[in-house]
T-cell receptor
């Protein structure tokens, strides 16, 4: 079977840095993705790691360690608009999502 | 920028009624998906569709569900006899590649309320 574990909630302060961790267990693995979802909205793609290491896209970075079945999403210079749910997801011929981490940002 | 479009955005239906949710995937995409999200819960995979047939489906996708690509542009999800627990946001998604994590695009969703 497939399972992904991530914290249910994280709280951080505006302007700070926050890391959201994800561990996974899957039968097939073609990479770890991260999606952002605002309340009432669709999941939108943030980042994807197929290989070990760090991928940086602006204020967001994502890391993967395939040997540890572990990855994280790093959000820097947090803004209030970053308040959302963040899902890690693994891809074989479909995407399987984790349960999501609700990010609360305090002013 | 091309996008996946879904209709209706919101539908209220009585229990036992049939519902059809419609999606127009991105035009050059070949892989199509339906996901659902019950309020406050994670996004759950329902079904994937490629080359005019279902390639994979989850245990949620039972006999009351069906998908169809009736023409070259639409991709529909039919729920034959809705139940209260079918109330959820249903997302359509499409991709031009298999096995790639960064080329799947989601529509804005169809919110289904079963009463």
């Amino acid at each position: 079977g497939q399972s992904l574990e991530q914290p249910s909630e994280v709280t951080a302060v505006e302007g700070a840095i926050v890391q959201i961790n994800c561990t996974y267990q899957t039968s097939g693995f073609y990479g770890l993705s991260w999606y952002q979802q605002h309340d009432g909205g669709a999941p939108t793609f943030l980042s994807y790691n197929a290989l070990d290491g760090l991928e940086e896209t602006g204020r967001f970075s994502s890391f993967l360690s395939r040997s540890d079945s572990y990855g994280y999403l790093l959000l820097q210079e947090l803004q209030m608009k970053d308040s959302a749910s963040y899902f890690c997801a693994v891809r074989d011929d479909k995407i399987i999502f984790g349960k999501g981490t609700r990010l609360h940002i305090l002013p | 920028e091309p996008e996946v479009t879904q209709t209706p955005s919101h539908q209220v239906t009585q229990m036992g009624q049939e519902v059809i949710l419609r999606c127009v995937p991105i035009s050059n995409h070949l892989y199509f998906y339906w996901y659902r999200q019950i309020l406050g819960q994670k996004v759950e995979f329902l079904v994937s569709f490629y080359n005019n047939e279902i390639s994979e489906k989850s245990e949620i996708f039972d006999d009351q569900f069906s998908v169809e690509r009736p023409d070259g542009s639409n991709f529909t999800l039919k729920i034959r006899s809705t139940k209260l627990e079918d109330s959820a946001m249903y997302f359509c998604a499409s991709s031009d590649k298999a096995y790639s994590g960064n080329t799947i695009y989601f529509g804005e969703g169809s919110w289904l309320t079963v009463v």
